[in-house]
């Protein structure tokens, strides 16, 4: 696994606090690689000007870069084209299965990316929308599927190896953990610089009427409440795998950035860029930064936004992991 220019690629871990600390926060950056962009900018934002007013006797871990592979080569993805957050789903059952998806899949990635065959399938794709309703187009696109590994949204053949990775770290460092707090960093739905607070879990347990009491404003993906659809194979609802015994309260931070058809504009031209296309070649430039564009706004206008809601959100969980 190397970058664009061959360099190697790692996850990087900073701590700060006890590392006996049984109560912990954990804040993850680049679960979808290009997303890591806000992510690292919050993160190290934060331990710049705040890491010392944590409370004593806590940790606040950060994961940087859970996807190196997408970070470096600005896809969603990971190097097996897998989307990590389709990735943890139960490998010893039988797969999920998104009917939907097979009737969108050879318009989604189609072999030929000319501006002809773009405007060809994307009608199509539109007409499909139409007949199918929002709703269920948005869940036949997004939720995962596991059949067609050059397509979006692809869960994989099995743990790929930043789910193993975050598996068996998460075994070793979390293990005498009490108490875990997590808040999960993305971009690319929603509003322009608004993070919604989403929940892997149900509006009947425990952890979300916990997670409301921490947060207030929690969405969840399970009960149809959040701009995300309901997924199959995300890391958060996993989570209580991780270390059994641990109180886990779980969230992910989703900051739009621009519209949602030009989001998936830009996940289509990556996917043929990688499966069809030279990722190298002349025509990667600019879809790398379309991408980029599509879950990262450069402008300091839009840092200024996403930072608040980030900081309130780690603060309220270094109250709730202590109250």
Not at 88 to 108: H, I, K
Not at 114 to 131: H, I, V
Not at 200 to 206: L, M, P, T, Y
Not at 209 to 234: C, F, P, Q, T, Y
Request: hydrophobic share 45%; net charge negative; charged share 20%.
């Amino acid at each position: 696994m190397a970058g664009p220019e061959g360099e190697g690629l790692a996850i990087d871990v900073a701590e700060v606090g006890p590392l006996d600390a049984e109560r912990v926060v954990l804040v993850v950056s680049g679960t979808h690689g290009v997303e890591g962009y806000c992510g690292s900018a919050l993160q190290r934002h934060w331990l710049e000007n705040h890491a010392t007013g944590i409370p004593e006797g806590v940790a606040v871990v950060l994961v940087h870069g859970l996807n190196p592979f997408g970070f470096a080569w600005v896809r969603r993805v990971n190097e097996d084209n897998v989307d990590l957050n389709r990735n943890f789903v139960d490998w010893d059952a039988p797969l999920p299965t998104n009917e939907g998806y097979e009737l969108l899949a050879e318009f989604m990635v189609p072999q030929d990316w000319s501006p002809a065959e773009q405007e060809r399938t994307s009608a199509r794709l539109f007409e499909l929308g139409d007949q199918m309703g929002f709703e269920v187009f948005a869940a036949a696109v997004s939720a995962g599927q596991y059949r067609h590994p050059t397509g979006v949204f692809y869960g994989g053949a099995g743990p790929v190896w930043s789910h193993r990775w975050l598996r068996t770290w998460a075994a070793d460092r979390l293990d005498s953990v009490q108490r875990l707090a997590i808040i999960d960093l993305h971009t690319g739905l929603g509003p322009w610089g608004h993070g919604e607070l989403i929940t892997s879990e149900s509006v009947h347990s425990e952890a979300y009427r916990r997670s409301v009491k921490w947060w207030g404003d929690i969405a969840s993906m399970v009960d149809g409440e959040s701009v995300s659809a309901r997924l199959d194979g995300d890391w958060l609802a996993a989570a209580h795998e991780f270390a059994p015994g641990t109180e886990v309260t779980a969230i992910a931070i989703e900051y739009g950035v621009i519209d949602s058809i030009s989001v998936a504009q830009a996940l289509r031209a990556d996917a043929w860029l990688h499966a069809h296309g030279d990722p190298i070649g002349p025509q990667s430039t600019a879809i790398r930064a379309a991408t980029r564009a599509a879950f990262a706004d450069d402008d300091p206008a839009w840092l200024a936004a996403v930072w608040p809601r980030f900081r309130q959100t780690i603060e309220a969980a270094l109250d709730g992991i202590t109250g």
